[in-house]
């Protein structure tokens, strides 16, 4: 199947800086990826989908201003948690669809981040 | 989206079969049906797929009615490392489409000795 990697896999900040997470489709192009965020004991929450060369579509309640999302070529999309807060802390996971006949969805191992 | 409906938990013994049910009433004309498998700390892992009938691959296979309105998810021989949270999720990545994916609480499998 299609791997999907992101960087870094875990990151501590202190509150109020920004923390950028990547993540990239390995062996294919991804027209669209999305990112997820999944609070400990639960399901994963989508925050927005990205469109390669577009702006990103934020799902209710995700503040843009504060999850920047940028998605400039079809292998790479990055998400910025600017001034980050301890309530930001979470595991992040982005995903993206592969495009081969029937479309699948593709996930990265996602992202730790700790915001002390 | 179409929303679906798992139990919440299972219990299993190694080597056993074990089926996972997924309810969705509202599915969608051009929705396919995905099921994933996560363990703690890590993404998602794409377990099988499908549209209608029957569907197998080396890991598990996948039953889905003629109404479509729900699916089984079936593992041969479980082992300990099956023990993990199944998702079912129901959705269209057609062109045109977003291929939004909305989770829900999922299936937490546990696999004993």
């Known amino acids: 199947g299609a791997v999907v990697s992101q960087h870094p896999s875990w990151v501590i900040c202190k509150s109020g800086t920004s923390v950028k997470i990547e993540c990239r489709s390995l062996?294919?192009?991804?027209?669209?990826m999305f990112w997820y965020r999944q609070f400990p004991k639960q399901s994963l929450m989508l925050m927005a989908t990205?469109?390669?060369?577009?702006?990103?579509?934020?799902e209710q309640g995700v503040e843009k201003d504060k999850f920047l999302i940028n998605h400039a070529s079809l292998t790479l999309s990055t998400l910025t948690v600017t001034s980050a807060h301890p309530e930001d802390s979470s595991f992040y996971i982005c995903?993206?669809?592969?495009?081969?006949?029937?479309?699948?969805?593709?996930f990265g191992p996602g992202t730790r981040l700790l915001v002390l | 989206l179409a929303k679906t409906t798992q139990p919440i938990s299972m219990d299993s013994y190694e080597g056993q079969e074990v089926n996972i049910t997924c309810s969705h009433n509202?599915?969608?004309?051009?929705?396919?049906i995905t099921w994933y498998q996560q363990f703690p700390s890590q993404g998602p892992r794409f377990i099988i797929q499908?549209?209608?009938t029957k569907v197998t691959n080396e890991v598990a296979s996948l039953f889905i009615p003629a109404d479509r309105k729900s699916s089984t998810l079936s593992l041969p021989r479980v082992s300990l490392s099956d023990t993990a949270v199944y998702y079912c999720?129901?959705?269209?990545?057609?062109?045109?489409?977003?291929?939004?994916?909305?989770f829900g609480q999922g299936t937490t499998l546990q696999v004993k000795p």
């Open positions: 990205s469109n390669e060369g577009s702006k990103a579509t934020y």
């Open positions: 062996d294919f192009q991804a027209t669209t």
């Open positions: 995903s993206a669809i592969e495009i081969l006949g029937q479309e699948t969805q593709y």
């Open positions: 509202n599915i969608a004309t051009n929705d396919y």
């Open positions: 499908g549209y209608k």
């Open positions: 999720l129901v959705g269209d990545s057609g062109s045109g489409n977003t291929g939004k994916l909305i």
